[in-house]
Structures are given as structure tokens and as C-alpha cells.
């Protein structure tokens, strides 16, 4: 493991670290991002090119950013709310997610593998064919449900207007079938 | 036509049973015991005409068929003559009863079942007979059911009749497995030859004695009898003297077929009824009811009647089957003019000094004891001595009956004295308004039965004396060799049995009529007086863990329900444990989630 | 293969915060990092078996991106009359 390699994955750990510890949500945000550019580094590093740049662009320029407006838009920027009526369960969260990473780690035990496949640098040159070969559907469909999100999402926040909308005897009326 | 005798009865059963209430008394007795004086009638022309037969199709393999013969006819009159005037005398000594209706009702159906028992000529039908006497025995002995003590009483012994009609299906059981057919002729010639199955048919004949065990009341199915004296005194005479505890001598007589080639069997029936005779007779000395001494002695007779069909001498049971019905029917009919006339006393300890005040029943009272004494010369001597006579000369028989037998007639003799001495003798020890004779109705039938406990000995008279009715009952039984003895020897011991019979009538005459008894005699009569403890042995030993188990099942019935209605509250107190960790905070949800998984994936894992 | 481990760790750092946090947004961002673990593991292997790997990869940042325009768009909904972000507060469904 070149220096490098070990200093990107020590970085990795620590941002993830401090997305679930920090206070503040908008820090927490932003080390996400930290989080997700290390990433596409990585993903660089592991001849994943594309991948890398969508990283970036969608993951940490997209979805992140839109994080941020949600929690200025709700003015949710403290981290801890109110009061807390679970304390006790936080030694048993760190428990669980020890128990998580164990079971999993122990997966990985005795996975010997070559990594040493030809990817052609994760280039689109060679995703291409894949993508629009056997993985055609798949690519629809998660077409289709990016446009069932973006109705669902319009959907959600529309204001309860149609009330509104009727004047004070329509709204009577309206209150009358409704009984 | 024969069928008709069945069915007079029968019918005044359901005018009774339907109509009764309205009609005034003394209406009913007199319907039925016109019907039954019908009945008598109808079967007396019938057996004078040469018997009849009557059959109908029934159950596959099984008809219903009836058969008069000498052997049914002759038990036909019994049922149905002394039957009519127990009738009659009920007419009397029911009067007044709200129930009057109703008891000559359930009478009326006792002797269509009876006769139903009587004709059968096949087991089943007989079985009928058998179930339907038992029945009725149950409704007139709880006749006043309002009295608990006699509701348990009827109960009592309808139960460990039962116990008897367990053997009496069973062997009928083995009969047809053995031989395909129950009816009575057709088995009567199928066992002609060898036999076919003799522990087989040995077990069959053991368990149809059973069932005369238990109706019949011998040890150790007797403690019904006593207990069943809570019915009416016409009851106790007509159903535990005359007829129904017969029904077992008879069902041995019929099927004489059988025993005649059992010996094992037809010893155990002697040494059974021997014992019987003793135990009653034991038990007669320490009783202080009018009704109950004479129960014991019924079962102590009955025990001699058995002792007879044992040995082999089935004529002689019915002969002493015979006298036994008057001379047993008079003491309990005279026991009934007692009570009537003393306003419903029962107990002889109050009782005494009626001889003054009871013209006519003075006379019945003595006529019967002396009678189930064995005078001579009465018919008790004459049946007794035959049967005395029998144990010596038929082949199932010997010494050591005589001898026992003989000890029970001088024990019988004696308490039959003792009834006698402490009813109507000495000074009066109750006080009670003037006693008053009992009304004719009541008397007549008294009349007539007291003349026939003196002259029915003459109907089998000890050879060379004229005898009607072995003859008469011979082809209807089953051939059985008895050896005779000289005519010396025969004569001889009819002058002992005389003998020990007066001496034990004047025993008993002069030792109850003391003021005082020795020490030994009363330890003697606490013990006859709880008839030897066997009711309480009984109770220690089958009633009362039957009852504590019953009693456990029917608790850990509730308790299983209980427990079924406890599961769900398990359920619901489990689902309620379970709700908790519905918190409604998403995070407890959350841990909970990864719990899951982690649980799922440790499994997948290993 | 040190990749794998660390892709290991940082699902595991997601859980603890999806379990710990108390501000809906904050529960959101540790999700997002649980993704984008699958996602370094998905790339690691994809190193040894194929590109197929990557092709995943990238469905899941699409799938990702749709995921939290519906959920912020939930949260926006469910917070907008309320004043605060607490998870803690939805407790109405309780056994």
C-alpha cells in the first residue's frame, strides 16, 4: 500500500467520523463532501474513472447541496434538538455497529481474490457498451424512477392549496359534503 | 294373544301414566288391577290350552319372540296372581297419596316387564324384560322422590343392578360369538351334543349368573335390598319378595340347558348361595325395622333358591320360588297393615303388644313367620325341606350344604320369631293412638295370600306323596340325574328338618321375649345391625376412590378449561410484553432494525 | 483489499449514526454515507470481477440521488409545521 493509498483511507475514516459526531448539521455536510471527494479519489485510484467524476458531480455537487438549502430552509442547523429521552442507547448503538462491522468483516475473512481484472480505466468508452447492452433496463428503469421522484418530491411539498384556493361559500359547501 | 298379556299392563301403564291425574281414586288401583287380574286370566286360558308361541321379525339375526311353556307359565301366575293382590292391597294402602295415579302407573309397567322377562325365549327379549323391571323397581323404590335418602336409595339400586347387567350382556355376548343365535329353544337343542367351547361357556354361564347376582341380590351385589325398602310397602312385597329378585332364579331355570353341564359354575352358584342365605340370615337378628328384617330374610330365601339351582334341583328353586312369593308377600303385606295401622311406624323398638289391637293382621303376621319358620306342615317346610333333600341327592351337591343349609333354617326359624315376638308380643312400647285394623280392601289380599303360605307346600310333596310339579316343570328343564334316597333315609330327614325347625321356632320364641340379653348376643347384634359393615366396606373401598375420581377428573376438566381461557390471558399478557417495545421513537425502531439484521446475517454467516 | 475493510467500517460508522443522531437531516446524511460505503465496495470488487461492478455503482448514485429528493421532500413536509427537526418527536405510533 503506497502512502498515498493509506493516507486517502485514514482521511476516509475520519471525515466519515465526523459526519456522525458532529453538533452542527451544516458541518456535518460539509464533511460529507470531504467524505465523498476523498472517495472519488479513490475511485480514481481504482481505475473507476467515471464513476469518480459523477462522484463529484452529482453526489457531492447535487445531493449534498441539497442537503445544505433543506437545512437552511428549515433552520435545522443544531444538531441536537430538545430533549433527549433515549441517552441510554448510545453505548448500545456503538455495540450494534461493532456488531455490524464484525459480521461483516468476517465475510471478508479468507476472500482471496485478484484484483487485477482490466478495466480500461472505467472509462465510458468501456461502461458503453455495458450500460446500453445487457444493463439497457436496468438504465431505463432507474430513468423512470428519477422521474417518479422528482413528482413524488414536487408532490410533497406542494401547500394545501385547493382549500384555500375556493372562496368563503365554496369552502362551506365543501365543509358540508365532507360531513 | 300372548302378546296380550304384555300389553294389558302395558296399556294401563299409559292410560295411567296419560290420564291418571284426573281420575278419582280409587279408579286407578282398580284399572290396574283389573288389568292385571286380566292379564293372570288371559295367560292362565293360554297355558291350560297348551302354550303358546309368539314371533316377530326384530333385530337381523334376532326376533322378538315369545315363548309359554310350563316353566313361563307357572311363573306367569306367579307375576300375575300374587301380583293382583298386592294390586288390591295397594288400592287401600295408597289411599290419599298425591301420587296415587302414578304409582299404579309405574306398577302396572312392572308387571308388563316382568312378564316380558317371564315369556322371553330369546336373551335379548329377556334382557328387555330384564332392564325394564329394573327401571321400574328404581321409579317405585324413589316413588317419594321428594325424600332425598330415597331418591339415593332407588339410585343405589339401579347401579349395582347395573353391575349384574354388564354380566348379562357379556354372556349373551359370548353366546352369540359361540353359537350365532340367542334365542333360547334353538340353544337349548345346540347344546344337546359336546360342547362346543367348554371355558368359553363356563365364562358365559358365570357372567348371566352375574347379572342374577346382581338382580337377585346375593353376596356381593346384595346391599341394594335392604336400602330399597324406602318404596312403598306394596313395592318391597311385590318387586323384593314375590317377583323381580326372582328373576334371577328364573333366568338360571331357563337356562338350565347350560348349567346342567357346567359343574365348576353350577358349584360356585351353590357356594354362593349358601353364603348368601347365611349373611342374610345373620343380618336379619340385629335390624330394627319392620320392612328391613324381612329384606334380609328375602335375601337370605333367595340365597336358598340359588342354592338349589347350584346343586342342580332347578324344579326345586321354583317350587320354593312359589311358597316363598306368598309367604314373603303376606309378612311385608302384614308389616304394612302394622305401619298403616300405627299412623307410619316402622321401627319394632316402639312396637309391641299388638296382638291385643290386631285382629285379623295378628293372624297374617303369625301365618307368615311361621311359614318362613319352616313349620311343619306349612309350605315353607315343604319347599325348604325339598330343597335340604336336594342338596344331598342332586349331583352338584353334598354334605357340607346340608349342614349349612340346616344351620340357616334353625337361624331363620329364629329371627322369623324374633319379628313375630317383637311386633305383636309383649308389652307395648311406642305410644301411639289407638291402632286401628286395617280397612277390607287391605285385609282380603292378606286373606288370601295367608292361605296360600299354608296350602302351596302341597303342590310337591316329598316322595311317595303325590308331587305336581316336578313333572309338570321336568320337560321345560334340563335332565338332571339325582340319585334317590331310601325311603327310610328321605323320611328321616324330613322328621330332622321338622325338628330343628320347631326347636328353632321355639328358640326364638322364648329368647326375644326376655327383658334382658347376655353381653355376647348384643356385641352379635351391633355387628348384624350394620349388616357386618359391608355398605361401609363397599364405600372405603369402590365408592368412595370412584368418587375422588370423579370428582379429580371433573376438576381437571374445569381446570383444562380454566387453562384454555388462561392461555389467553398467557397470550394476551405476552402480546402486551411484546407491545412495550413499541415505543413509538423511530430510533428504538432503528436499533432494533439493525439488531435484526445483525441476527439474520450472523445466521446466514454461520 | 484494504478498500473492502474500509468500506467495512465506514457502513458501520453510518449505523452508529443512524442510531445515535436525533436531528432528522443529520439521520439522512448517515444513510448517505452507508450508500457510498456499498459503493467503495462495489468498486473494490468490481477491481477483481468485472466492471459490472461500476456499472452498479452508478446505478446506485442515480438511485441515491431520487432517494433523497424523496426524503428531504418528506421532511420538508413533516417539519414545516413543526418547529423542530427531532426524530424524537414522531412518537405517535406507539404499541
Known amino acids: 500500500?503506497?502512502?498515498?493509498?493509506?493516507?486517502?483511507?485514514?482521511?476516509?475514516?475520519?471525515?466519515?467520523?465526523?459526519?456522525?459526531?458532529?453538533?452542527?448539521?451544516?458541518?456535518?455536510?460539509?464533511?460529507?463532501?470531504?467524505?465523498?471527494?476523498?472517495?472519488?479519489?479513490?475511485?480514481?485510484?481504482?481505475?473507476?474513472?467515471?464513476?469518480?467524476?459523477?462522484?463529484?458531480?452529482?453526489?457531492?455537487?447535487?445531493?449534498?447541496?441539497?442537503?445544505?438549502?433543506?437545512?437552511?430552509?428549515?433552520?435545522?442547523?443544531?444538531?441536537?434538538?430538545?430533549?433527549?429521552?433515549?441517552?441510554?442507547?448510545?453505548?448500545?448503538?456503538?455495540?450494534?455497529?461493532?456488531?455490524?462491522?464484525?459480521?461483516?468483516?468476517?465475510?471478508?475473512?479468507?476472500?482471496?481474490?485478484?484484483?487485477?481484472?482490466?478495466?480500461?480505466?472505467?472509462?465510458?468508452?468501456?461502461?458503453?457498451p455495458l450500460l446500453y447492452g445487457d444493463w439497457l433496463f436496468v438504465l431505463l428503469a432507474v430513468g423512470f424512477l428519477l422521474m417518479a421522484a422528482t413528482v413524488v418530491a414536487v408532490a410533497l411539498v406542494q401547500p394545501t392549496r385547493p382549500l384555500d384556493a375556493l372562496s368563503p361559500e365554496e369552502r362551506k359547501e365543501e365543509k358540508e359534503v365532507v360531513r | 294373544m300372548l302378546l296380550l298379556t304384555i300389553l294389558l299392563p302395558l296399556l294401563g301403564f299409559a292410560l295411567l301414566g296419560l290420564f291418571g291425574k284426573r281420575m278419582r281414586e280409587p279408579l286407578p288401583g282398580v284399572l290396574a288391577s283389573a288389568l292385571v287380574l286380566a292379564s293372570f286370566l288371559v295367560g292362565v286360558g293360554l297355558l291350560l290350552s297348551g302354550g303358546a308361541r309368539y314371533e316377530v321379525e326384530w333385530l337381523p339375526g334376532i326376533p322378538f319372540s315369545l315363548l309359554l311353556d310350563n316353566l313361563s307359565g307357572f311363573?306367569?301366575?306367579?307375576?300375575?296372581?300374587?301380583?293382583?293382590?298386592?294390586?288390591?292391597?295397594?288400592?287401600?294402602?295408597?289411599?290419599?297419596?298425591?301420587?296415587?295415579?302414578?304409582?299404579?302407573?309405574?306398577?302396572?309397567?312392572?308387571?308388563?316387564?316382568?312378564?316380558?322377562?317371564?315369556?322371553?325365549?330369546?336373551?335379548?327379549?329377556?334382557?328387555?324384560?330384564?332392564?325394564?323391571?329394573?327401571?321400574?323397581?328404581?321409579?317405585?323404590?324413589?316413588?317419594?322422590?321428594?325424600?332425598?335418602?330415597?331418591?339415593?336409595?332407588?339410585?343405589?339400586?339401579?347401579?349395582?343392578?347395573?353391575?349384574?347387567?354388564?354380566?348379562?350382556?357379556?354372556?349373551?355376548?359370548?353366546?352369540?360369538?359361540?353359537?350365532g343365535t340367542l334365542s333360547i329353544s334353538e340353544l337349548r337343542e345346540a347344546l344337546e351334543g359336546p360342547l362346543k367351547n367348554p371355558s368359553l361357556l363356563a365364562l358365559a354361564g358365570l357372567l348371566l349368573f352375574l347379572g342374577a347376582v346382581g338382580k337377585s341380590a346375593q353376596v356381593p351385589l346384595m346391599v341394594w335390598l335392604p336400602d330399597a325398602m324406602a318404596?312403598?310397602?306394596?313395592?318391597?312385597?311385590?318387586?323384593?319378595?314375590?317377583?323381580?329378585?326372582?328373576?334371577?332364579?328364573?333366568?338360571?331355570?331357563?337356562?338350565?340347558?347350560?348349567?346342567?353341564?357346567?359343574?365348576?359354575?353350577?358349584?360356585?352358584?351353590?357356594?354362593?348361595?349358601?353364603?348368601?342365605?347365611?349373611?342374610?340370615?345373620?343380618?336379619?337378628?340385629?335390624?330394627?325395622?319392620?320392612?328391613?328384617?324381612v329384606a334380609y330374610s328375602t335375601i337370605s330365601q333367595l340365597g336358598y333358591m340359588f342354592l338349589a339351582?347350584?346343586?342342580?334341583?332347578?324344579?326345586?328353586?321354583?317350587?320354593?320360588?312359589?311358597?316363598?312369593?306368598?309367604f314373603k308377600a303376606l309378612l311385608f303385606l302384614a308389616s304394612g297393615s302394622v305401619i298403616h295401622a300405627l299412623g307410619g311406624e316402622q321401627d319394632v323398638r316402639k312396637m309391641g303388644g299388638l296382638w291385643k289391637h290386631l285382629p285379623l293382621t295378628r293372624w297374617h303376621g303369625l301365618i307368615g313367620a311361621l311359614a318362613l319358620g319352616g313349620l311343619p306342615l306349612l309350605s315353607g317346610f315343604w319347599s325348604k325341606d325339598a330343597i335340604l333333600t336336594a342338596t344331598l341327592t342332586y349331583p352338584f351337591g353334598g354334605l357340607g350344604f346340608y349342614l349349612g343349609a340346616l344351620f340357616v333354617a334353625v337361624l331363620t326359624a329364629m329371627y322369623a320369631m324374633r319379628w313375630f315376638v317383637l311386633v305383636f308380643l309383649g308389652e307395648e312400647r311406642g305410644h301411639h293412638h289407638h291402632p286401628h285394623e286395617a280397612p277390607p280392601?287391605?285385609?282380603?289380599?292378606?286373606?288370601?295370600?295367608?292361605?296360600?303360605?299354608v296350602l302351596a307346600g302341597y303342590l310337591a310333596l316329598p316322595y311317595p306323596l303325590p308331587n305336581l310339579l316336578?313333572?309338570?316343570?321336568?320337560?321345560?328343564?334340563?335332565?338332571?340325574?339325582?340319585?334317590?334316597?331310601?325311603?327310610?333315609?328321605?323320611?328321616?330327614?324330613?322328621?330332622?328338618?321338622?325338628?330343628?325347625?320347631?326347636?328353632?321356632?321355639?328358640?326364638?320364641?322364648?329368647?326375644?321375649?326376655?327383658?334382658?340379653?347376655?353381653?355376647?348376643?348384643?356385641?352379635?347384634?351391633?355387628?348384624?345391625?350394620?349388616?357386618?359393615?359391608?355398605?361401609?366396606?363397599?364405600?372405603?373401598?369402590?365408592?368412595?376412590?370412584?368418587?375422588?375420581?370423579?370428582?379429580?377428573?371433573?376438576?381437571?376438566?374445569?381446570?383444562?378449561?380454566?387453562?384454555?381461557?388462561?392461555?389467553?390471558?398467557?397470550?394476551?399478557?405476552?402480546?402486551?410484553?411484546?407491545?412495550?417495545?413499541?415505543?413509538?421513537?423511530?430510533?428504538?425502531?432503528?436499533?432494533?432494525?439493525?439488531?435484526?439484521?445483525?441476527?439474520?446475517?450472523?445466521?446466514?454467516?454461520? | 483489499m484494504s478498500y473492502l475493510?474500509?468500506?467495512?467500517?465506514?457502513?458501520?460508522?453510518?449505523?452508529?449514526?443512524?442510531?445515535?443522531?436525533?436531528?432528522?437531516?443529520?439521520?439522512?446524511?448517515?444513510?448517505?454515507?452507508?450508500?457510498?460505503?456499498a459503493n467503495l465496495s462495489l468498486v473494490g470488487f468490481a477491481r477483481a470481477l468485472g466492471l459490472e461492478g461500476q456499472v452498479a455503482?452508478?446505478?446506485?448514485?442515480?438511485?441515491?440521488?431520487?432517494?433523497?429528493?424523496?426524503?428531504?421532500?418528506?421532511?420538508?413536509?413533516?417539519?414545516?409545521?413543526r418547529e423542530s427537526t427531532a426524530v424524537d418527536d414522531l412518537s405517535e405510533l406507539r404499541g
Do not use: C
Open chain 2, 470 to 606: 316336578e313333572p309338570f316343570l321336568k320337560p321345560t328343564l334340563a335332565e338332571v340325574e339325582a340319585h334317590h334316597l331310601s325311603l327310610g333315609a328321605e323320611w328321616g330327614l324330613i322328621a330332622l328338618s321338622g325338628a330343628v325347625a320347631l326347636l328353632g321356632l321355639w328358640l326364638g320364641y322364648t329368647f326375644f321375649q326376655r327383658k334382658a340379653f347376655p353381653s355376647w348376643y348384643l356385641t352379635f347384634e351391633a355387628w348384624s345391625r350394620e349388616s357386618f359393615f359391608a355398605d361401609r366396606v363397599y364405600n372405603a373401598l369402590i365408592v368412595n376412590p370412584l368418587k375422588a375420581l370423579a370428582e379429580a377428573l371433573f376438576y381437571g376438566d374445569g381446570s383444562l378449561l380454566r387453562g384454555y381461557f388462561g392461555l389467553g390471558g398467557t397470550v394476551r399478557t405476552l402480546g402486551q410484553g411484546i407491545a412495550r417495545l413499541q415505543t413509538g421513537y423511530l430510533r428504538v425502531y432503528a436499533l432494533l432494525f439493525v439488531l435484526g439484521v445483525l441476527v439474520l446475517l450472523g445466521v446466514m454467516r454461520w
Open chain 2, 309 to 326: 339351582a347350584g346343586v342342580g334341583a332347578y324344579w326345586v328353586a321354583l317350587f320354593h320360588v312359589f311358597t316363598h312369593a306368598f
Open chain 2, 75 to 179: 311363573m306367569l301366575i306367579v307375576v300375575t296372581g300374587v301380583g293382583f293382590l298386592i294390586h288390591v292391597y295397594a288400592i287401600g294402602y295408597m289411599a290419599g297419596d298425591p301420587g296415587y295415579s302414578r304409582f299404579f302407573a309405574y306398577f302396572n309397567f312392572f308387571i308388563a316387564m316382568m312378564l316380558t322377562l317371564v315369556l322371553a325365549d330369546s336373551y335379548p327379549v329377556m334382557f328387555i324384560g330384564w332392564e325394564g323391571v329394573g327401571l321400574a323397581s328404581f321409579l317405585l323404590i324413589g316413588f317419594w322422590y321428594k325424600n332425598a335418602q330415597y331418591a339415593d336409595s332407588a339410585r343405589k339400586a339401579f347401579i349395582v343392578n347395573r353391575i349384574g347387567d354388564l354380566g348379562f350382556m357379556l354372556g349373551m355376548a359370548i353366546l352369540w360369538a359361540l353359537y
Open chain 3, 57 to 81: 455503482a452508478l446505478m446506485v448514485i442515480a438511485i441515491a440521488a431520487a432517494e433523497v429528493a424523496v426524503g428531504l421532500g418528506l421532511i420538508v413536509a413533516i417539519f414545516r409545521h
Open chain 2, 231 to 293: 318404596g312403598p310397602t306394596p313395592v318391597s312385597a311385590l318387586i323384593h319378595a314375590a317377583t323381580m329378585v326372582t328373576a334371577g332364579v328364573y333366568l338360571i331355570a331357563r337356562s338350565s340347558f347350560l348349567y346342567a353341564n357346567l359343574p365348576d359354575v353350577s358349584y360356585t352358584i351353590a357356594v354362593i348361595g349358601l353364603i348368601t342365605a347365611l349373611y342374610g340370615a345373620l343380618s336379619a337378628f340385629g335390624q330394627n325395622d319392620i320392612k328391613r328384617i
Open chain 1, 1 to 128: 500500500m503506497t502512502p498515498w493509498e493509506a493516507l486517502a483511507l485514514l482521511l476516509l475514516l475520519f471525515t466519515g467520523v465526523l459526519v456522525v459526531t458532529l453538533r452542527n448539521a451544516i458541518h456535518a455536510a460539509l464533511a460529507l463532501i470531504g467524505n465523498f471527494l476523498i472517495l472519488a479519489g479513490i475511485y480514481v485510484a481504482l481505475e473507476a474513472r467515471f464513476l469518480g467524476f459523477i462522484q463529484i458531480i452529482v453526489y457531492a455537487g447535487a445531493i449534498v447541496v441539497l442537503f445544505l438549502f433543506v437545512i437552511m430552509l428549515l433552520y435545522a442547523a443544531q444538531g441536537e434538538v430538545g430533549f433527549d429521552p433515549l441517552v441510554r442507547s448510545r453505548p448500545l448503538a456503538a455495540l450494534l455497529a461493532l456488531g455490524v462491522a464484525l459480521v461483516l468483516l468476517s465475510g471478508l475473512w479468507g476472500v482471496n481474490l485478484a484484483f487485477t481484472k482490466d478495466l480500461q480505466g472505467g472509462l465510458p468508452q468501456a461502461l458503453g
Open chain 3, 5 to 37: 475493510y474500509a468500506s467495512v467500517l465506514l457502513f458501520a460508522l453510518g449505523v452508529y449514526g443512524v442510531l445515535t443522531r436525533r436531528t432528522a437531516i443529520l439521520v439522512f446524511l448517515s444513510i448517505e454515507l452507508m450508500l457510498n460505503a
Open chain 2, 441 to 453: 280392601v287391605m285385609l282380603w289380599p292378606n286373606h288370601l295370600l295367608a292361605l296360600g303360605s
